[in-house]
């Protein structure tokens, strides 16, 4: 899969998000990375970077935006098919997002992120 439709399908994973959440998506950037991190453990798939919106205060005022990066070569590592690519863009974009909204990895999986 190209760049371009690597980025065309987090667009479209982004649209199935909640309105609910998708409307509190404020100043975040998702950068597209064409490697595979070099991290000890499992594969990284996504990276959130940036303060959660559960740890700002009313006065919060970030200089610069909250990064998601979504390890493309990562992804197609662990993808059988281009349909299987999709969904592991769409369930780590949802991941990712998770972890902006201060979401821990089990109320992730306990909200369907």
Known sequence: MTIEEFEKQVEEALKTIPSEFREKLKNIEIDVDDSVPKKTGSLLLGQYNGVPL??????????????????????????KNAEEL???IRDTVVHEIGHYFGFNEKDIRKRGF
């Open 54 to 79: 559960s740890d700002r205060s009313a006065t919060f005022e970030p200089l610069m935006p909250d990064k998601i990066t979504l390890f493309k070569q990562a992804l197609e590592m662990i993808s």
């Open 86 to 88: 999709k969904k592991n």
